[in-house]
Nanobody, 126 residues
C-alpha cells in the first residue's frame, strides 16, 4: 500500500525559509510517473506548486514560486523535498504531497494524482 508522509511545515516570517519532505512507502520513487506538491489556501482551489516528472525529467513550477522554491529528490530515501525560500504571505496554505503512478498532465491536475499525503500547514506572517 502506497503511503506519502509529509513533514517540515510550520510558521515563518516573510522572507524566511522552510523545507518540506515527502517520504514514500509501499513503492519506490522511480515507479511513479510524477511526484510533487499541491497547496490549498482557505477559500481557494488546490493548485500545483512543484512537480517532478520522472520519465520525461521535466520539472514543473507554478509561476508564483519560480526562483524561490526548489523541488528535489533523494532516490535512496524515496523522499521528495520542497525547499521554500523568500516566503511570502501568499504562500500560506496547506501543502499536500501527491503522486501519480502511470500518467499526469503538466501543469499538474489534481484528478491525475491517485496518492496523497495528509498535508502539512505552512503559515507565513509579516
Amino acid at each position: 500500500q502506497v503511503q506519502l508522509v509529509e513533514s517540515g511545515g510550520g510558521s515563518v516570517q516573510t522572507g524566511g525559509s522552510l523545507r518540506l519532505s515527502c517520504a514514500t512507502s509501499g513503492d519506490t520513487y522511480s515507479n511513479f510517473y510524477s511526484l510533487g506538491w499541491f497547496r490549498q489556501a482557505p477559500g481557494k482551489e488546490r493548485e500545483g506548486v512543484a512537480f517532478i516528472y520522472t520519465r520525461s525529467r521535466e520539472i514543473y513550477y507554478h509561476d508564483s514560486v519560480k526562483g524561490r522554491f526548489t523541488i528535489s529528490r533523494d532516490n535512496a530515501k524515496n523522499t521528495v523535498y520542497l525547499q521554500m525560500n523568500s516566503l511570502k504571505l501568499e504562500d500560506t496554505a496547506m501543502y499536500y504531497c501527491a503522486a501519480a503512478r502511470f500518467w499526469a498532465r503538466s501543469p499538474p491536475v489534481t484528478g491525475d494524482f491517485g496518492f496523497w499525503g495528509q498535508g502539512t500547514q505552512v503559515t507565513v506572517s509579516a
